[in-house]
């Protein structure tokens, strides 16, 4: 993969201005912060790390991993919550996916499909050819 950042740019944090890349491209539906059976986690703290993890779960289905994310679009239900959780944020998501900064969106939505999901984040990664 390839970061695109136009030359006197400061480097975003948290995220690339855009990534070029190229192999077999993977989809990951909109994932939320509910485990296997259908249990949705109380806070938002808990609904990114689970979000996180089904990201990563599906991705492996494919031999994918978090280093081949490109880009993630996240929809919050407030912005509030999201942002007087940020700390938990990062941490989930330095736990669990590391290091690797795709393309992000980060919107504030009015309700999502799942009534207690407080947010819903979709990915698509690239794996490189072997």
Not at 41 to 66: H, K, M, S, W, Y
Request: aromatic share 6%.
């Amino acid at each position: 993969m390839q970061v695109l950042n136009p030359e006197g740019w400061p480097r975003p944090p948290g995220y690339s201005n855009g990534i070029a890349a190229e192999g077999r491209q993977v989809s990951v539906a909109g994932q939320i912060g509910s485990t296997p059976d259908g249990t949705i986690a109380p806070d938002f703290a808990g609904q990114i790390r689970l979000v996180l993890e089904n990201t990563v779960a599906i991705l492996a289905e494919a031999g994918a991993g978090p280093e081949h994310i490109t880009r993630m679009t996240w929809f919050v239900t407030d912005m509030d919550k999201y942002l007087a959780a940020v700390k938990d944020v990062g941490a989930a998501y330095g736990e669990i996916i590391g290091k690797n900064y795709p393309t992000m969106t980060l919107v504030e939505v009015s309700r999502l499909v799942y009534e207690d999901a407080l947010l819903e984040i979709e990915t698509t990664a690239v794996v490189p050819p072997e």
